[in-house]
């Protein structure tokens, strides 16, 4: 029996048992059940009724807040009007039907010397009238009764001094739902201006169940048009959600379309820039056709320029813009410009005067941005000068510890109304500059943008047109003992070079062959590909010390690439790309390149890239002075010192600050 009860039996009938006694059992059994089963529908009944209430209950709750609400405005029109009534120049008396007092205003508390308090619940008629004129206000009251309104009469009160005070009085009636009268309301007006004080009591009689009324109207129709509200701003949220995702997919459609622009219009710079270098070095040239080639240059350069001025430009409006902080010369990096800057001063005839007078000019900066600064202004001193005029660069010490850079002219000056938007995107000083001299108007807004991410300051100032202009950059300078120096880069040598195998691949074949032709002559030995399955077979079968790579390929990319050369064997690597932004560089130095080249690349540059590849942690000396800066002269590709900026400050740094000066262009 307990192991029928252990398994689960909630009886035991021990053979034999009577059918009935079994049947009994059943019939118990059954009919528990069912009792269990009705009471499990009334425990659903009730949840179901509970939930029910539940709901009901909420719906109370807001019925009972939208009653509070309703009961606060009607509080507050009865305020309202009680105000209204209390500083009325007109008496006021509110009567029940019967003639007992409800209230007094302020003029009938004066005039009778009895408060409205005192005065609720008595008898207006008997305790207040006197004698010989009850019957004139019994009359009055028993006209509003009978359903005549406005009722007009005249009757007085009597001061607490005795005066009587005749008051011509205004009577009407405010009616309950059933038609009966439930006050009198009797307005008097104790001087000449009664009839006035009739109309302001009579609005203010018959407006007060309009109110009441419109309120409540007001109430209904203020919850139906909140929950519209509600309903149409979750519209209009989801309608800005969609024009954010709209907006942000146009900005970056349009980021991308810049990119593969600027990647476009630079690609075929590139063979034509190194082209120019390398027929340059030819000493055959007569001066005439080395002066068309200078020409060419430059023109290729401001191609390049304007690219990456717009490319800029992008960057600072959103707040991309990164600096690569190193310590710079800023003596070493201004005759760096000047260099650069020669030929067109040569060309134009103008006169160069340079005073670097500051005793402390080392700063802190991203060595290719305040690069990029210092030839913009140059340049424009150049550019703005006519013939026979002179440009003038100065330091100075200002406040103790800021150095002055200014880049002074004679040339065309400033109006004073352009000062003000001088740096202005997009603005020149009139239309008829930008036909004459050309350009963008981004140079000046660029500048003032890096200057200012420095720490700097910039200004520009002239004594009008045609007197010349004047800019002026202030930086903070480093203390003396903050200065280091560092060992000079040596000059790699012919000798040196022929132990140095450099493997170009590039799909342009125009490009991939003046780079073949330029490094061979240099020394180097050069074998070249034209696709990424052709470069890892020759690197599979030759040890090549630095590869310089395109990033787009045919069959792949250079980022591929670089990645497969590295589990082969390690290898230098130097990337080609026409995309310079700062993702397209941390894709590069991700993928192991060392340096990221943005073109056109000319081959003096590409030259530079190699040495200091193959000597990153060696670092020039300020004593090299202007011996160092006339090689960073030689190495640079272009006025923007997309290249040579990485040493204009007489530094060579570590490889991944070297790749990121080199990808800025101005």
């Known amino acids: 029996?307990?192991?029928?009860?252990?398994?689960?039996?909630?009886?035991?009938?021990?053979?034999?048992?009577?059918?009935?006694?079994?049947?009994?059992?059943?019939?118990?059994?059954?009919?528990?059940?069912?009792?269990?089963?009705?009471?499990?529908?009334?425990?659903?009944?009730?949840?179901?009724?509970?939930?029910?209430?539940?709901?009901?209950?909420?719906?109370?709750?807001?019925?009972?807040?939208?009653?509070?609400?309703?009961?606060?405005?009607?509080?507050?029109?009865?305020?309202?009007?009680?105000?209204?009534?209390?500083?009325?120049?007109?008496?006021?008396?509110?009567?029940?039907?019967?003639?007992?007092?409800?209230?007094?205003?302020?003029?009938?508390?004066?005039?009778?010397?009895?408060?409205?308090?005192?005065?609720?619940?008595?008898?207006?008629?008997?305790?207040?009238?006197?004698?010989?004129?009850?019957?004139?206000?019994?009359?009055?009251?028993?006209?509003?009764?009978?359903?005549?309104?406005?009722?007009?009469?005249?009757?007085?009160?009597?001061?607490?001094?005795?005066?009587?005070?005749?008051?011509?009085?205004?009577?009407?009636?405010?009616?309950?739902?059933?038609?009966?009268?439930?006050?009198?309301?009797?307005?008097?007006?104790?001087?000449?201006?009664?009839?006035?004080?009739?109309?302001?009591?009579?609005?203010?009689?018959?407006?007060?169940?309009?109110?009441?009324?419109?309120?409540?109207?007001?109430?209904?129709?203020a919850v139906r048009e909140l929950q519209q509200e509600v309903a149409e701003r979750r519209r209009t949220q989801r309608e800005l959600e969609v024009a954010k995702e709209n907006a942000e997919a146009a900005n970056s459609a349009k980021d991308q379309f810049l990119a593969v622009l600027s990647h476009e219009l630079r690609t075929p710079l590139t063979p034509v820039l190194a082209s120019i270098e390398y027929l340059q070095d030819d000493p055959s040239l007569t001066p005439i056709v080395r002066e068309r080639f200078l020409t060419i240059r430059r023109n290729v350069e401001l191609e390049a320029q304007l690219i990456d001025d717009l490319l800029d430009l992008t960057r600072i409006a959103k707040g991309k813009l990164q600096l690569s902080i190193d310590l710079i010369d800023a003596h070493a990096m201004l005759r760096n410009v000047i260099e650069i800057c020669d030929a067109t001063l040569r060309e134009k005839g103008l006169k160069l005067e340079v005073s670097m007078d500051a005793d402390r000019f080392w700063v802190r900066g991203d060595s290719a941005r305040l690069h990029q600064v210092f030839w913009n202004l140059v340049k424009n001193a150049i550019k703005f000068t006519p013939a026979g005029g002179t440009v003038r660069v100065t330091s100075r010490i200002i406040a103790g510890d800021r150095i002055a850079i200014e880049v002074c002219d004679t040339g065309i000056g400033i109006p004073a109304d352009a000062l003000g938007k001088i740096f202005d995107a997009f603005e020149q000083a009139s239309g008829e500059i930008t036909r004459m001299f050309g350009g963008l108007g981004l140079g000046l807004s660029i500048s003032k943008a890096l200057v200012e991410a420095h720490g700097g300051e910039i200004r520009a100032s002239s004594d009008g047109e045609g007197r010349g202009s004047t800019f002026a950059v202030s930086l903070p300078v480093e203390h003396e003992g903050e200065v280091t120096k560092a060992a000079v880069v040596p000059a790699s040598s012919i000798d040196s070079r022929k132990n140095v195998h450099v493997l170009i691949v590039e799909d342009h074949r125009e490009t991939n062959l003046v780079m073949q032709m330029f490094l061979e002559r240099q020394g180097y030995r050069v074998s070249s590909a034209r696709?990424?399955?052709?470069?890892?077979?020759?690197?599979?079968?030759?040890?090549?010390?630095?590869?310089?790579?395109?990033?787009?390929?045919?069959?792949?990319?250079?980022?591929?690439?670089?990645?497969?050369?590295?589990?082969?064997?390690?290898?230098?690597?130097?990337?080609?790309?026409?995309?310079?932004?700062?993702?397209?560089?941390?894709?590069?130095?991700?993928?192991?390149?060392?340096?990221?080249?943005?073109?056109?690349?000319?081959?003096?540059?590409?030259?530079?890239?190699?040495?200091?590849?193959?000597?990153?942690?060696?670092?020039?000396?300020?004593?090299?002075?202007?011996?160092?800066?006339?090689?960073?002269?030689?190495?640079?590709?272009?006025?923007?010192?997309?290249?040579?900026?990485?040493?204009?400050?007489?530094?060579?740094?570590?490889?991944?600050?070297?790749?990121?000066?080199?990808?800025?262009?101005?």
């Open 1 to 221: 029996m307990f192991r029928g009860y252990s398994v689960g039996a909630v009886d035991y009938l021990a053979k034999p048992y009577p059918a009935e006694v079994l049947k009994a059992k059943v019939q118990v059994f059954i009919e528990l059940y069912r009792k269990s089963n009705e009471i499990r529908r009334q425990a659903d009944t009730i949840n179901q009724t509970n939930r029910e209430l539940g709901k009901t209950n909420k719906v109370m709750g807001a019925l009972f807040r939208q009653l509070e609400e309703r009961n606060t405005e009607i509080n507050r029109e009865r305020d309202f009007i009680a105000a209204v009534l209390e500083t009325a120049g007109s008496v006021v008396v509110v009567l029940e039907a019967d003639g007992r007092v409800v209230r007094f205003n302020g003029t009938c508390e004066r005039i009778v010397g009895i408060p409205s308090a005192d005065a609720v619940g008595r008898n207006f008629i008997e305790e207040l009238i006197d004698e010989s004129e009850k019957d004139c206000v019994r009359e009055c009251v028993a006209r509003i009764v009978g359903g005549e309104h406005p009722v007009e009469c005249e009757y007085s009160l009597r001061t607490p001094d005795g005066e009587r005070r005749v008051i011509a009085w205004s009577n009407t009636a405010m009616y309950d739902e059933n038609g009966g009268v439930r006050f009198i309301i009797c307005t008097g007006d104790v001087d000449t201006e009664r009839k006035a004080a009739e109309n302001e009591i009579r609005v203010l009689n018959t407006d007060l169940e309009q109110r009441v009324e419109k309120r409540t109207e007001e109430l209904e129709d």
């Open 531 to 666: 696709n990424v399955t052709d470069a890892i077979a020759l690197a599979t079968s030759t040890n090549f010390d630095v590869v310089i790579s395109d990033i787009s390929l045919p069959d792949g990319t250079g980022l591929d690439l670089m990645r497969t050369l590295r589990k082969i064997k390690p290898v230098l690597g130097i990337a080609l790309s026409g995309f310079g932004m700062e993702s397209d560089i941390a894709r590069s130095l991700e993928a192991g390149f060392v340096q990221h080249l943005v073109k056109p690349v000319g081959v003096r540059a590409l030259q530079a890239a190699i040495d200091s590849a193959l000597h990153p942690s060696l670092e020039h000396d300020d004593n090299a002075g202007d011996a160092a800066t006339a090689a960073i002269v030689d190495a640079a590709p272009s006025p923007n010192g997309a290249h040579s900026v990485a040493k204009s400050n007489g530094t060579v740094p570590e490889t991944k600050k070297q790749s990121a000066a080199n990808r800025k262009r101005s």
